[in-house]
């Protein structure tokens, strides 16, 4: 690239990110990659090479005197008449198998080779656990990415992940049939508004505002417990 960053992909989208590239048709043939990326999430090579096509053709059509109106027009047709191919051996019912096939596909040239089939296995489960009447949002579906272990380790949880560490190693590490309470403050006490000082004379006053400061906190504990709640997130 620009910096002298050497880059090694076959990803279309990633190729295209990475030229400095100053045409403003070249930059639109970007922004296809980018909205196939961001649509779809494979094809990207696939899109910029039929953009490329239609743009040559275009040219030997401009050449014959033809109207850029003409032109684009045709092409509406012919983006429709494809869409309605599209539409007509669009396979309705597919099983897990045909599922996997496709994952594994997309993940072709994506850095992931040598653990394509565990993954792919992961993401059927994934789609399938979150597809209702056919249909999936992928905002349902979240990746969570830890350092320190190999790909082939990687899982699926059927819930919510949330990236905390336990306040205290003394905590139990797993809970099951949890009941959870969410709270939205801090557990601790807040300052004031107002700048204030305190003057503190005796360690016996000292104490007793640690002492203080303690009790307000276990107050809170206290209420979460007698919610009945066994697991906190604050």
């Keep these: 690239d620009g910096l002298g960053d050497i880059v090694v992909t076959n990803d279309g989208v990633t190729i295209l990110k990475e030229m400095d590239i100053e045409h403003p048709a070249a930059k639109m043939l970007v922004e296809v990659a980018k909205t196939q990326e961001d649509e779809v999430g494979d094809g990207t090579t696939t899109a910029v090479i039929i953009a490329g096509e239609l743009l040559k053709k275009s040219e030997g059509l401009l050449d014959s005197d033809i109207h850029p109106t003409i032109i684009a027009m045709g092409y509406r047709k012919a983006a429709e008449k494809a869409q309605e191919i599209l539409d007509e051996i669009a396979i309705e019912d597919v099983d897990s198998e045909v599922l996997l096939k496709v994952a594994m596909t997309a993940m072709t040239g994506k850095g992931t080779e040598a653990a394509r089939e565990p993954l792919a296995k992961l993401i059927v489960e994934a789609v399938e656990a979150v597809a209702e009447d056919g249909e999936v949002d992928i905002d349902n579906i979240k990746i969570e990415k830890k350092d320190g272990a190999v790909v082939e380790e990687s899982s699926l949880v059927e819930g919510v992940i949330i990236d905390k560490e336990r306040v205290h ?66």
């Design 169 to 234: 190693p003394g905590m139990p590490s797993e809970i099951n049939g949890a009941k959870i309470a969410l709270v939205n403050t801090p557990l601790e006490v807040k300052e004031t508004e107002m700048d204030a000082e305190i003057t503190i004379t005796d360690p016996a006053q000292m104490q007793a505002f640690i002492e203080q400061e303690e009790k307000m906190v276990k107050d809170m504990v206290d209420k979460v417990v007698a919610a009945g709640a066994n697991v906190l997130f604050a």
